[in-house]
């Protein structure tokens, strides 16, 4: 039987490994995701702490997104700010 602590620990280790490549896929690889798939990846980093993933996601999502009735709300820090 898989512990709930087994699944966190699965959890953060996706979050370690993947912080680079989920920041990246819609502007290096072209992924299209979906609002809510963009959105749910997003909350995952920021669930984990890891809120520049998360903004990443959002920030490239936001830019390529298609559809055009509900924009996100990107909360972008100081320091990812590139103006
Ligand atoms: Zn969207």
């Known amino acids: ?7 966190m620990q699965a959890a953060q280790t996706f979050i370690d490994q993947w912080a680079c ?3 990246t896929l819609v502007d290096d690889y072209e992924c299209h995701m ?15 702490g890891d809120t520049f993933t998360a903004e990443e996601v959002m920030r490239a999502h936001s830019e390529k997104d298609d559809e ?13 700010e590139t103006a």
């Not at 039987?1 to 699944?7: D, K, L, N, S, V």
């Not at 979906?34 to 984990?48: I, K, V």
């Open 1 to 7: 039987m898989i512990t709930a602590r087994e699944q």
């Open 21 to 23: 490549l989920a920041s």
């Open 34 to 48: 979906t609002c809510s798939e963009a959105e749910s990846l997003a909350a995952l980093f920021r669930a984990f």
């Open 68 to 80: 055009e009735d509900e924009p996100h709300e990107v909360h972008v820090t100081d320091s990812a």
